[in-house]
């Protein structure tokens, strides 16, 4: 992990990560701006599964990813099964799921919508990740892929979730190594020792199977 350097516009892609020909999730994919760098940093990706659930949003990302190819837009949210729940589309690219809504966001699986091997995943959906990675089990059983997921220990409170539930599920189907990134210094520190000593956390996890 030495090798790791801050840089804000390329949070999730890191040299020692070893990206080639994957197939990337994008969930939470907001205007398109994470797809956006990763596409031009590994050219010979295979296929990004972009999902984002906002109208607007969606019309944002397509513009600006218009001239790239093999992605598929989903305009739903993911969750742990197909639902129909209320969402705030106002906070850009913190929107959310919330109790009340000015929208109604419409949601299913990784697993039901993604039928091919996916091998990297990067999920920023505001305290939802966990509900959404139960939803993708049976792909993160088969295709063991990286995941990059933002982690906030207020935001998963919303969903009655905390960080030690995210370790012990993805403990359970085969992940066996967590990083965070820590700011002071800038490099990548073992994140369930973050967890057991008790911190409010807010930071970016890799888990690798």
Known sequence: MDKYRVRIDQQYFEDFMNYDQEVFADIGGFDGDTTEEFCRLYPNYNKVFFFEPSMTNMKAAKKRLEKLENIEYIQKGLSDKIDLLSYSSEKGSASAITEVGSEVLK???????????????????????????????????????????????????????????????????????????????????????????????NTNVIAIA
């Open 107 to 201: 949601v299913s699986t990784l697993d039901i919508e993604v039928t091919e091997p996916v091998s990297f995943i990067k999920m920023d959906i505001e305290g939802a990740e966990i509900n959404a990675l139960e939803g993708a089990k049976e792909t993160l059983q088969k295709h063991k892929p990286t995941l990059y997921i933002e982690v906030n220990s207020a935001l998963l409170k919303c969903f009655k979730k905390t960080s030690f539930d995210l370790i012990e599920f993805l403990k359970k189907i085969g992940y066996q190594n967590f990083y965070y990134q820590d700011e002071k210094p800038f490099k990548f520190e073992c994140f369930e020792k973050l967890v057991q000593d008790g911190n409010e956390i």
